[in-house]
């Protein structure tokens, strides 16, 4: 993980959720290898502030997104792990497509250019 | 759904919010951070310290984090209670203060709600208490009605589930020893079977035990009587009594929350109806004219609704009119609450409750503002810790619910004090008999709903003044506070607070307003003419038909009773009257024209209450005859039948006093009465009438065995008013032993006239001494918090050299101005407020100007009393030392 650098992006408010699905959608993870999880499908793009991940991970435990259990990691330390529910991979499955049509939105109406008569 | 949320909230909270856990999994994430930086080269050491501020804010994070698990409400919860519990340990003044406060507001509300309860929300202690109604006459306020009449309305009514009737009196009981006096409910036989309750002991009276006149000498104790006089033994039933010198047998006794149907009359003990002429009763069972029985009530059928019910009665008041022409006058009907006699108490005591409940709730609502007011002031001089904590990173939410949490113990620590002293307060007033001569017991006992009550305005009002200083808290600016200080806002513009004062004074000057006024209308009425003086007057009072005196025997026994008197030391002179004037039991006579033929009901000229006295009544009495004279003893059986009238009757009947003289009429007997002389006007039933035709009639031509002594001694009896009682009570002992006298001064007996003005006055009082204490500490801390918020520049500008009353302005204009405008505002609507109070108080009017005089001035005092304190800090600033502090 690395520290700030200048090509890294500040995250739209409401992203972190579904970006901490996105990890969670490829198999059980505890915490901090969410992040490292994002940070390396990111390829280390977005700058997300550690401890605010457990907020977030928290709220979507609430919301019966996903669910947690403690564990051993890799590094042989307790950890707890946090994997889909059947209602997360739902809403992941929804969110992921609103999103992208959002995106597809949003570029086309940037790439407009002013027509010349 | 909402179910489902919450269980799921409960275990989300039991299962991840736990801190401990919180912190374990925050700590996991450091450690593989820490792992991941040794691994590219840090040492271990290094490695952790830079996870670590990496990491960012733990504590933030964590509650951040618990938050978000929904979690640990409840130990959130302790914490902030405890949190509070410290805070408020470190100002005890401002602690003190504010629970006093509250315990006095809340207190006030849970004595008022306590009387409200048990008055008028607590249904009689009878099955089905609901569908129990008193038939009322349609046009007054009155049950009163002939027992041939209740009779009719009983068997030809199709509307309820029987009708029960019953009346009020005096009887001497005789259980071996000298009688004592005793005040009975005589009820018809199906009484206690209409109100569906079963005895205690023995057993009840019943219609078929009724066989015509005096067929039914029996008795049915109430279990206070049977636990006081007969010490609960089991053995009195079957027991015979002498009551009135007649033999009547205790059958049983009544349960023991059962105390007849009137909240202001406990009865000893019930007696049939039937038997009325042997306990005193001079009134025929059969005469259709005389409506004497007090109240008849049922309980209505299922499904007949009180409309029907009433249309029903009319219907069989209607063929009675008809029938009965000569004895009975318009008969239309109502139906009310038998608890308070209908409407007849029930309208006043419900407008006056609902008036006391709506002052003490302004209390409250003063307090609120009051306290609030002060969180407001101690959460700004917080700003700097609020700040601090926000720039830690605590989280608003959990600063207010601090605050509240803070609020809400204050309130429910002031709500357990008030509620105990108004436990206190209560137990007093129900051991309390405010009415010596009658047997009134307020028995005001708090139950659930008071104390429910009582713990919902703790709460609420924990809330209300809670949230006041809300706003200021989500507007603190951590960096501005920490690096400024307190932030000093020199607005001009009322704010929030300003507002709150104002409400607060206004609402005290509402209640100084009223309880002045309606201690003026008691002091007027204390003092004012009642159309007899009062002063140096004791009374006895006695039933001869008690002692077994009826017919020719009563008269000249009331003459050897006189005679008795008349020769005692300092005694000036003696009368005797059969009832008194404001005396509680004063009897009507319709008054017809002296030409008169068609004597019913609907023709007669006025009702005019009726006295007969002895001779010598008037001079006694300090009653002014205003021409002609008084009664003699040769105004005889064998004389012509005279009468002295007051003035209003005079001028209703002939115009004027001297068109009066010699002026005849008749009552309802048809005798035709000469007028003899005309006395000045007074007040005769309530303090509040308006004047009201009177008629004396002399006592030797109408005998009534009721027998009022009136003795007027030479010195006010007060300090040996007790002495004097003894003499008396050992003269009349040596006439006859066994006649049950009651002795005391007319003052004294005037106290149930006057005991409901005193209730209004006296609540009305403390309510304003409330207020008043509240607007002291509302001003107060007002102007304390402004002078010591502006010391500094106070400071400047004596500095500067400003004069000391250029200070005081500065310093105390504002709270000054406010105080002002509460004030105007408060006695405006207490003027208003006042025209309530003119029902009950006599002559409570607040075109006084007195009363106006008295609230502005009471204002000022308040105002002056709230700022001397700051007002003298703020005259005695010292610049130097306040300039060097900084």
């Keep these: 993980m690395q520290t700030t650098t200048e090509n890294q992006t500040q995250l739209l408010p409401g992203t972190l959720d579904l970006l901490i699905l996105k990890a969670v959608s490829l198999g059980p993870l505890h915490g901090y290898a969410v992040l490292l999880r994002i940070g390396q499908i990111s390829g280390g793009a977005l700058l997300i502030e550690q401890g605010a991940l457990y907020p977030a991970l928290f709220r979507l435990v609430r919301q019966g997104l996903l669910t947690a259990k403690w564990g051993i990691s890799e590094n042989n330390r307790r950890a707890k792990f946090y994997e889909l529910t059947a209602l997360g991979r739902k809403r992941f499955l929804q969110e992921t497509e609103d999103w992208n049509r959002l995106a597809g939105v949003m570029a086309t109406v940037l790439a407009a250019q002013v027509e010349e008569a | 759904m909402k179910l489902f949320a919450w269980t799921q909230f ?474 400024a200080g307190s932030t000093v806002k020199a607005g001009r513009r009322l704010t929030l607070r300003d507002g709150l004062l104002v409400i607060q004074i206004a609402i005290c000057a509402v209640l100084i307003t009223s309880s002045m006024v309606s201690v003026r209308g008691l002091v007027r009425s204390v003092h004012g003419n009642f159309g007899f003086d009062p002063r140096h007057v004791m009374l006895v009072d006695t039933d001869l038909g008690m002692a077994g005196y009826l017919g020719d025997r009563v008269l000249p026994m009331q003459r050897r009773m006189m005679e008795s008197l008349s020769t005692m030391h300092g005694v000036d002179s003696v009368a005797l009257a059969d009832t008194l004037p404001l005396g509680g039991d004063g009897k009507a006579s319709s008054v017809f024209a002296g030409a008169a033929s068609d004597l019913r009901p609907a023709n007669a000229l006025f009702l005019s209450d009726t006295y007969d006295i002895s001779p010598g009544y008037f001079r006694t009495a300090g009653t002014a005859l205003l021409s002609g004279r008084d009664f003699n003893w040769h105004d005889d059986k064998d004389a012509p039948r005279v009468a002295v009238v007051n003035e209003e009757f005079a001028r209703r009947l002939f115009g004027s006093v001297g068109g009066a003289m010699g002026g005849i009429f008749q009552l309802q007997d048809g005798i035709r009465m000469q007028i003899v002389g005309v006395a000045e006007d007074g007040k005769y039933e309530s303090l509040t009438e308006d004047p009201k035709p009177a008629v004396y009639l002399p006592i030797s031509q109408s005998p009534s065995p009721n027998t009022w002594l009136v003795v007027r001694t030479s010195s006010a009896p007060g300090v040996d008013a007790q002495q004097t009682g003894a003499v008396i009570r050992s003269r009349l002992r040596l006439v006859d032993a066994s006649v049950p006298v009651f002795v005391q001064t007319w003052y004294s007996a005037l106290d149930s006239v006057l005991f409901g003005p005193r209730i209004a006055t006296i609540s009305l009082g403390v309510l304003g001494g409330m207020g008043a204490m509240l607007a002291i500490t509302g001003i107060f801390g007002m102007a304390a918090y402004s002078v010591s918020k502006r010391l500094r520049e106070l400071g400047i500008r004596v500095a500067l050299g400003a004069q000391r009353r250029e200070v005081l302005r500065a310093a105390l204009g504002r709270p000054l101005k406010l105080l002002m405008l509460g004030s105007v505002a408060g006695l405006a609507l207490g003027l208003l407020a006042t025209r309530v109070l003119a029902y009950i108080v006599y002559q409570a009017t607040p075109r006084d100007p007195l009363v106006l005089g008295g609230v502005v001035l009471a204002m000022l005092l308040l105002g002056l009393v709230a700022t001397w304190i700051p007002a003298r800090r703020a005259l005695t600033v010292n610049p130097l030392i306040l300039l060097r502090e900084e």
């Design chain 2, 10 to 483: 409960l275990i989300s909270s039991l299962g991840s919010g736990d801190q401990r856990e919180i912190e374990e999994e925050l700590r996991s994430h450091i450690e593989h951070r820490a792992d991941d930086l040794a691994r590219s080269g840090f040492t271990r050491r290094e490695a952790e310290r830079r996870a670590k501020v990496e990491f960012g804010g733990f504590v933030k994070f964590r509650e951040q984090g618990r938050e978000a698990a929904g979690g640990q409400f409840l130990q959130g919860f302790a914490q902030d209670v405890r949190f509070s519990l410290r805070k408020l340990r470190k100002s005890p003044g401002f602690t003190l203060a504010a629970v006093l406060t509250l315990a006095l507001a809340i207190g006030a509300n849970a004595v008022v709600f306590s009387v409200l309860n048990s008055f008028l929300l607590r249904p009689l202690d009878v099955p089905d208490a609901g569908s129990l109604y008193e038939i009322q006459h349609g046009n007054e306020a009155s049950g009163f009605m002939s027992y041939p009449d209740y009779l009719d309305l009983r068997d030809r009514n199709h509307s309820f589930d029987g009708v029960a009737a019953w009346s009020v009196s005096a009887v001497g009981l005789d259980a071996g020893e000298n009688p004592t006096r005793a005040w009975i409910a005589e009820a018809s036989g199906n009484y206690f079977d209409v109100l569906r309750i079963q005895p205690f002991l023995g057993r009840f009276f019943h219609a078929s035990d009724e066989h015509g006149a005096n067929s039914a000498p029996y008795i049915v104790l109430t279990y206070a009587y049977w636990h006081d006089h007969f010490q609960e033994d089991r053995s009195v039933v079957g027991r015979a009594v002498m009551l009135d010198k007649h033999p009547f047998t205790i059958l049983g006794v009544a349960p023991p929350g059962f105390h007849g149907t009137l909240l202001f009359f406990n009865p000893d003990f019930f007696t049939p109806l039937v038997n009325h002429q042997q306990v005193g009763g001079v009134e025929d069972l059969n005469a259709r004219g005389l409506h004497w029985v007090f109240m008849a009530m049922g309980h209505l059928k299922p499904g007949v609704a009180p409309a029907q019910a009433i249309a029903d009665l009319n219907a069989v008041g209607a063929s009675l009119e008809k029938t009965y022409p000569k004895d009975d006058g318009k008969m239309t009907f109502s139906l009310a609450s038998p608890s308070l006699y209908g409407d007849y108490l029930g309208r006043p005591v419900k407008a006056f409750l609902a008036g006391l409940m709506l002052l003490s709730g302004l209390i409250l609502l003063a307090a609120c503002a009051n306290l609030g007011s002060l969180f407001a002031a101690r959460a700004a001089d917080r700003s700097r810790e609020v700040a601090l904590r926000l720039a830690l990173g605590a989280s608003r939410r959990r600063i207010l619910r601090g605050l509240l949490t803070e609020a809400v113990l204050i309130s429910l620590g002031g709500g357990a004090l008030g509620l105990a002293g108004s436990v206190v307060l209560l137990r007093a007033l129900s051991a309390w008999q405010p009415i010596p001569r009658w047997p009134l017991h307020l028995v005001v006992t708090p139950d659930g709903k008071v104390y429910a009550v009582a713990l919902l305005l703790a709460v609420a009002s924990g809330l209300l003044f809670g949230i006041i200083p809300m706003r200021q808290v989500l507007d603190t600016n951590p960096y501005e506070v920490v690096k």
